[in-house]
Nanobody
Framework: QVQLVQSGGGLVQPGGSLRLSCAGS????????IAWFRQVPGKEREGVSC????????DYSDSVKGRFTISRDNAKNTAYLQMNSLKPEDTAVYYC????????????????????WGQGTQVTVSS
C-alpha cells in the first residue's frame, strides 16, 4: 500500500534552516505529484509547496516563496523540503502528501484533494 514516511524537523532558531524528507513506498514514486502542507492547532491545513509529476513544475505559497525549496530524488523515492530563513510563524506540524487525482494550473490545491499522507513532523522556530 502507499506509504509516506517523514523525517527531519525539530527546533531551530529564527533565521535557521531545516530539511524535511518524505520517503515513499508502495507506488511508482516518479509518477506521483508530491506536496507539503502544514498545520497549527485550530487552523486549516495549509499548502506550502508542491512538485508536479506531470511537468516537473513547482509551486509555493506566498508565505514561503523565496525561502523554501521543494525537490525530489526519484531514484531514492524521496522528496525534500529545504526551509531557510525560518520565522516563528513557520512553526507547525508539516505533512507530505501524494495521491492527487486531478489538478489544473497548480498542484498546490486544497489538502482534501490529496489522498495519502505522511505521519507529520513538528517544526518549531523559536529563540
Amino acid at each position: 500500500q502507499v506509504q509516506l514516511v517523514q523525517s527531519g524537523g525539530g527546533l531551530v532558531q529564527p533565521g535557521g534552516s531545516l530539511r524535511l524528507s518524505c520517503a515513499g513506498s508502495g507506488f511508482t514514486f516518479s509518477t506521483y505529484t508530491i506536496a507539503w502542507f502544514r498545520q497549527v492547532p485550530g487552523k486549516e491545513r495549509e499548502g506550502v509547496s508542491c512538485f508536479s509529476s506531470r511537468d516537473g513544475s513547482t509551486d509555493y505559497s506566498d508565505s514561503v516563496k523565496g525561502r523554501f525549496t521543494i525537490s525530489r530524488d526519484n531514484a531514492k523515492n524521496t522528496a525534500y523540503l529545504q526551509m531557510n530563513s525560518l520565522k516563528p510563524e513557520d512553526t507547525a506540524v508539516y505533512y507530505c502528501a501524494t495521491g492527487l487525482a486531478y489538478y489544473g494550473r497548480t498542484c498546490l490545491v486544497n489538502w482534501r484533494a490529496y489522498g495519502y499522507w505522511g505521519q507529520g513532523t513538528q517544526v518549531t522556530v523559536s529563540s
